[in-house]
């Protein structure tokens, strides 16, 4: 049972223009998400999170959008540049778990093209 | 600066050996978790641990152990190595909620 899932294994875009990555979740439990960002040959690393009492959160050229209604998320980078090419995952958790456990979607391959 | 380091950034091993990866994080955080991650497969998780000598399962234990003896100390092992278990592992921390995690850099593991 995939509770987060990222349904484009991959995305390719110009140097300049905007990058959105989508991720769904099923839990309706879920009241905080989180994007973390992987290079080849390193650990990932975070990017950027939201509550769930919020529908946006931005930091720089990154900004998460939240639709509770659809459960729904994605992350938009703006502009793009190449150092952002990557593995995006999302990951989601939520307060009563005690354990510190995050599900994480399966990633998304970005690309961005010179 | 938060730190997690794992104890080989590459490690090759023969079919049947017994593997030993190491993670050692510095932020005091009660819960660590072992990843590896496939191509098109994400992250999944190995086994977690949210306090010294407790563990739980993951979502693929299978042909796995870990052990957490120490607070800052999660090790990972591989019972008897095979060939389907060639991977890059990934060791995670984390304290309270929002449950940030913080990753080490990977182990990638080839098993001939």
């Known amino acids: 049972d995939q509770q987060v899932k990222q349904n484009s294994p991959s995305l390719s875009v110009q140097e300049g223009r905007i990058s959105i990555l989508n991720c769904d979740y099923t839990?309706?439990?879920?009241?905080?998400f989180l994007w973390y960002k992987k290079y080849p040959a390193e650990g990932p690393t975070f990017l950027i999170s939201?509550?769930?009492?919020?529908d946006k959160n931005e930091d720089g050229r990154f900004t998460v959008f939240l639709n509770k209604s659809a459960k729904h998320l994605s992350l938009h980078i703006v502009p793009s540049q190449p150092g952002d090419s990557a593995v995006y995952f999302c990951?989601?958790?939520?307060?009563?778990?005690?354990?510190?456990?995050?599900?994480f979607g399966q990633g998304t391959t970005l690309q961005v093209k010179p | 600066d938060v730190k997690v380091t794992q104890s080989s950034r590459y490690l090759v091993k023969r079919t049947g050996e017994k593997v030993f990866l190491e993670c050692v994080q510095d932020?005091?955080?009660?819960?660590m978790f072992w990843y590896r991650q496939d191509p098109g497969l994400g992250l999944r998780l190995i086994y977690f641990?949210?306090?010294?000598?407790?563990?739980e399962k993951g979502d693929i234990p299978e042909g796995y152990s870990v052990s957490r003896e120490k607070k800052e100390r999660f090790s990972l092992i591989l019972e008897s190595a095979s060939t389907n278990q060639t991977s890059m592992y990934l060791c995670?921390?984390?304290?309270?909620?929002?449950?940030?995690?913080?990753f080490g850099p990977g182990t990638r593991l080839t098993v001939t």
């Open positions: 839990n309706s439990m879920f009241d905080y």
């Open positions: 641990s949210y306090d010294v000598k407790m563990k």
């Open positions: 995670a921390s984390t304290g309270q909620f929002p449950y940030e995690q913080y």
């Open positions: 990951a989601a958790t939520h307060g009563s778990s005690n354990t510190g456990k995050l599900i």
């Open positions: 932020m005091d955080h009660e819960n």
């Open positions: 939201i509550s769930s009492i919020k």
